[in-house]
């Protein structure tokens, strides 16, 4: 057998050099920076930030609370009133449900602001998207909206969009 198809010519070692050289520029190791969009969390943003303890982020209070309100307003108006003697979706009835939304909105408020004066606004990172969706979604009751979360070296910002979605909006 000719000892040169065996071991390879002094050519061939160039060759193969020049090779690796490609493949290992082609399979760059760094991870790709997710698109500046906003990203879908959860199809329901209740649940956010009700774990014990400190939880992550505070400064999307007010969008969180708001949803509740909403949210509130819409179960008791669907419902019978508590107030006997009052017909179901009357002036009278409009009112109770506002006020009682109300207050519940804010004490949503006051401890949204209890949260984020005991340090709990903090910052996740995030190798890549899949990975900071997967963790928000398993650990949602343990964050609070207005978490700052980087992904790849990319700022979103936690909300709640208007149809009641949990989401991660670019800052």
Avoid at 14 to 41: D, F, I, N
Avoid at 147 to 157: E, L, P
């Amino acid at each position: 057998m000719n000892p040169r198809i065996r071991h390879g010519g002094p050519g061939s070692y160039v060759r193969a050099v020049l090779v690796l050289t490609v493949m290992m520029a082609a399979a760059c190791g760094h991870t790709q920076r997710p698109e500046r969009k906003t990203y879908v969390v959860s199809e329901d943003a209740r649940g956010v930030g009700t774990a014990e303890g400190p939880g992550t982020g505070g400064s999307g209070a007010e969008a969180y609370c708001g949803e509740l309100q909403k949210q509130c307003f819409q179960k008791c108006w669907s419902r019978k009133p508590t107030v006997e003697d009052m017909e179901k979706h009357s002036e009278g009835h409009h009112r109770l449900c506002t006020s009682q939304c109300l207050e519940a909105f804010m004490k949503c408020l006051k401890e949204q602001e209890a949260l984020e004066q005991q340090g709990a606004k903090r910052e996740l990172r995030f190798p890549d998207m899949a990975a900071a969706l997967g963790w928000l979604r398993e650990h949602k009751s343990e964050v609070a909206l207005g978490t700052v979360v980087v992904v790849a070296g990319v700022a979103f910002s936690l909300a709640v969009a208007p149809a009641g979605l949990l989401v991660l909006s670019p800052i």
